[in-house]
């Protein structure tokens, strides 16, 4: 069955409309997650000259916040969730009934649980990797021979650090929960491929450019770049997404 190309315009429109909400959801989660990242500041800025009692606090922590993550990651995967359905409901008016009647079967319930536990265990590595830096700060101290005030200075700066990795797990994980639900409700109707779409705006990197509009199999991940192989919106900062093909008899 032939698959209708959309036209450029209608590409934009749906880019609008896909980003506009994935940035909304990424603001929240990154809000979020900077909250947890000014903790891990504070506990650097109190602990910061005693090393080995920081890290110790930092993994305690980590064990600590575990209850909250577990609500923040519900959060932020329902709400992915609720957007992706509707997406499928908007898209249900142009396909079959029988189609339509098999996507309200989709597993979605473990794929979301999995989801939940993947992103509370990056939610709980941000006071973990915390420690891990402190501690390899001291360790990269003893063998250059570092000056105290540096090394605390290197310490010091462990709260930036956590807050920039904060913001990188926001960015991405809002797009690689949306592209996983996307594809394994496609994969669930018999969708073998998808069309690979881009954001189509100046920040598009040059290799997802090349890209863009190419179909792609859903079981072969392809080599965007060498030696690495991923689908659209499941790598670090990509905002390109899926377009599942679907066919339909009904």
């Known amino acids: 069955m032939p698959v209708r190309q959309p036209s450029d315009r209608e590409l934009r429109r749906k880019a609008r409309e896909r980003f506009a909400t994935a940035n909304r959801l990424e603001a929240e989660y990154a809000r979020q997650l900077r909250l947890l990242a000014r903790q ?24 600590t916040i575990k209850p909250w993550a577990g609500s923040v ?3 932020m995967v329902a709400t992915v969730a609720q957007k992706d359905e509707a997406a499928w409901d908007k898209l249900g008016k142009d396909i079959g009934r029988e189609l339509r009647k098999e996507l309200r079967t989709a597993p979605t319930g473990a794929a979301l649980q999995a989801f939940m536990r993947e992103q509370v265990k990056l939610i709980k590595s ?12 001291v360790a990269v101290a003893a063998v250059e021979g570092k000056r105290a005030d540096a ?20 960015r991405t994980e809002v797009a690689r929960v949306a592209s996983g639900l996307t594809m394994m409700r496609a ?20 290799s997802h450019k090349k890209m863009a509009g190419k179909v792609v199999a859903w079981d072969e991940p392809p080599e965007v770049d060498p030696g690495k192989r991923y689908h659209a919106g499941m790598f670090p900062n990509c905002r390109c997404y899926p377009e599942p093909i679907l066919t339909d008899e009904d």
């Not at 650097?44 to 606090?57: F, N, Q, S, W, Y």
């Not at 941000?126 to 700060?137: G, I, K, Q, Y």
């Not at 669930?188 to 998808?194: A, D, E, K, L």
Request: aromatic residues 4%.
């Open 40 to 63: 891990v500041d504070g506990l650097v800025r109190m602990h910061g000259d005693r090393p080995e009692e920081l890290a110790r606090l930092l993994r305690q922590y980590a064990e």
């Open 73 to 75: 990651a519900e959060g």
């Open 126 to 137: 941000l006071p973990e990797e915390a420690a891990d830096r402190v501690m390899h700060v």
């Open 151 to 170: 090394v605390m200075k290197d310490i010091m700066e462990t709260g930036k650090v956590t807050e920039s990795r904060a913001r990188l797990i926001a």
């Open 187 to 206: 994969k669930h109707v018999g969708s073998t491929h998808y069309v690979w779409r881009t954001s189509g705006d100046a920040d598009v990197r040059e």
